[in-house]
């Protein structure tokens, strides 16, 4: 890609050198950590992987039928990113996809064309190399519905799905109605925040759609250029439009106050292609339990009994132009050490 579909300073490894890439994947005397990929869609999906830096799975994309999983393994390392390419012509290695295609081959290491709905992650990020940051990114474009969820080890446990478990949902059809108690993602321990206004029959079209910057290739939707500053490159039509839709998904390159998840380095991964649900909320809504999580590595009693409570949860906090304690957090991360995956 020509863009940049991050945030520019999480290019930057400051006084870090960057983690080699290894193929993997990890052997099983080697730490692991699961990178499960399931497929809720009705119709058959090639999930693609492509491996930044850090031990890779050993693969670079895949067949994945509807309603079935496939569990893969990278290192504690791992920085990368998984798409699912949709509309696919196989015949043998030569994999051809309307979206998400990879050089028209199969098993290629490589970033997916656009549009392509992406989960990005990168798991020994922050100081230390002790916090995983993770996002779902439409900065590619949109393809298929995601959700993200978390999937606890030892250490981790005490952490709520409610913070941790995310979704992108924009296909028409797809779209639950808006529900009261927000319990999508989650268990009836920990409702989960959604956006609640979307619905099938009004809503912007993202089936499947570029990104402003993948349409046009100009600076200015790729905060390229003169450009390539968070105070001059601005959310386009398309951004706003993500954000309306999918409020915890990366909308452009620096997005990152709204869509970058932080938590204890720990635990694995679930990507799910066309999840049931709605898209969720959980950055705007609980930035300060995120917040608390990211900076302390732990929660309080109070903080657990609150994300408990569905009328805490749903109820709104704050407006979308106030610098919340998320947004800190993130800039004095950023300030240290933190480090993020560009491919």
């Known amino acids: ?30 730490e692991r950590i699961p990178l499960v990929v399931t497929n809720k869609c009705d119709s058959t999906i090639w999930p693609g992987v492509a491996t930044q830096s850090g031990t890779g799975p050993g693969i670079g994309g895949f067949e994945l039928a509807a309603n079935k999983t496939r569990k893969l393994w990278v290192g504690p390392d791992w920085q990368g990113r998984v798409w699912g390419r949709t509309n696919c012509t196989v015949n043998g290695d030569s994999c051809a996809c309307k979206t998400g295609d990879c050089f028209a081959k199969m098993d290629y290491e490589f970033s997916g064309a656009t549009p392509a709905t992406l989960a990005e992650f990168n798991l020994a990020g922050g100081v230390d190399n002790l916090q995983t940051f993770y996002d779902i990114s439409l900065v590619d474009g949109y393809n298929i519905p995601m959700g993200i969820n978390y999937i606890p080890a030892k250490n981790t446990t005490f952490i709520p799905p409610n913070l941790t478990n995310c979704a992108c949902i924009a296909t028409t059809g797809w779209v639950y109605s ?9 268990n009836v321990t920990y409702p989960i925040p959604l956006e609640s206004e979307e619905t ?46 999918c409020p915890d998904a990366y909308s452009f390159a620096y997005d990152d106050q709204q869509s970058t998840f932080i938590i204890p380095k720990g635990g694995g991964w679930e ?30 009693p109070h903080t657990l009994k609150r994300l408990r409570n569905a009328t805490y949860i749903m109820e709104e906090r704050g407006s979308a132009g106030v610098v919340r304690p998320w947004a800190i957090m993130l800039m004095i991360c950023v300030a240290v050490a933190c480090t993020w995956a560009i491919l």
Not at 273 to 279: A, F, L, Q, T
Request: charged residues 20%.
């Open 271 to 300: 990507v799910v292609m066309c999840p049931e649900g709605r898209s969720t909320d959980i950055l705007r809504k609980l930035g300060s339990e995120m917040f608390e999580l990211a900076s302390g590595g732990k929660l309080s």
């Open 178 to 186: 808006p529900a009261g108690n927000g319990t999508f993602y989650s």
């Open 200 to 245: 099938n029959e009004s809503r912007p079209a993202f089936a499947p759609c570029n990104s402003a910057c993948a349409a046009t290739g100009t600076d200015k939707d790729c905060c390229i250029g003169k450009y390539h500053d968070p105070h001059i490159c601005k959310p386009s039509q398309y951004s706003k439009s993500v954000k309306a839709v």
């Open 1 to 30: 890609m020509n863009h940049n579909w991050q945030a520019a300073f999480f290019s930057h490894a400051l006084d870090k050198p960057p983690i080699a890439k290894k193929q993997g994947p990890p052997g099983e005397k080697d």
